[in-house]
């Protein structure tokens, strides 16, 4: 025989890995309730910003954002720049009394002025301590990339931000913020009561997959 098979080995016994804790991503075995939004977050001649769909869960709710760049006046490395600078581990300079430019600023505003940002997160999801932090707690999760028709050089990229825990019964505001991609504050309003309505609606994957609370 030219090829012979490899020798047995022993088994690996080291540990497995905890999954995500619950403040950081929505529950593996529930679906979560769609609402239609299609809320237009912020809008430039390079770039729009949108919020189509928002699914609620039993611990929270996830806010599924659109950002829709074409190259339009901008130079081929400008709009690769721009394209980069989307993903906040892609930019440097982020630090101690630093926001550059180009980083991309989502956050969340309740009506008593408990906030919570995407800003300094930590994308080292091996080191994410199962113990929750202070609440509220916003999480950029990365969803992909995908291209449009007709517009040379047009692509977006989706992503979800994953609000723990579930927001109150009320309005509050949804921030994004982006200077190298012309966009100033710009602030819409979501209804708290809305989604908590929506909640109830959350159904498990499988029946033996009880509904998160």
């Known amino acids: 025989m030219f090829f012979e098979p490899p020798a047995a080995q022993e088994e690996s016994t080291r540990p497995s890995r905890p999954g995500l804790p619950a403040w950081y991503a929505p529950p593996a075995g529930e679906m979560g309730a769609t609402m239609i939004s299609d809320l237009v977050l912020a809008r430039t001649p390079n770039v729009a910003i949108t919020l189509p769909t928002i699914q609620a869960f039993g611990t929270g709710c996830l806010l599924n954002v659109n950002i829709v760049m074409r190259q339009h006046t901008l130079s ?64 950029l999760l990365f969803g992909g990339a995908s291209v449009r028709s007709g517009d040379e050089g047009a692509g977006v990229a989706t992503m979800g931000l994953w609000l723990w825990p579930s927001p109150p019964r009320e309005t509050f505001e949804l921030g994004v913020e982006w200077p190298a991609g012309g966009i100033e504050l710009s602030i819409v309003l979501l209804d708290g009561a809305a989604i908590a309505s929506a909640a109830e609606r959350s159904v498990p994957y499988w029946p033996d997959s009880p509904r998160s609370e």
């Open 76 to 139: 081929p490395d400008d709009f690769q720049a721009l394209q980069l600078s989307v993903y906040p581990h892609m930019v440097a300079g982020v630090g101690a009394g630093r926001l550059p430019d180009n980083l991309l600023r989502l956050g969340v505003r309740f009506a008593d002025g408990t906030k919570a940002t995407t800003v300094g997160q930590r994308f080292d999801m091996a080191g994410l301590p199962q113990d929750p932090p202070p609440a509220p707690r916003l999480s």
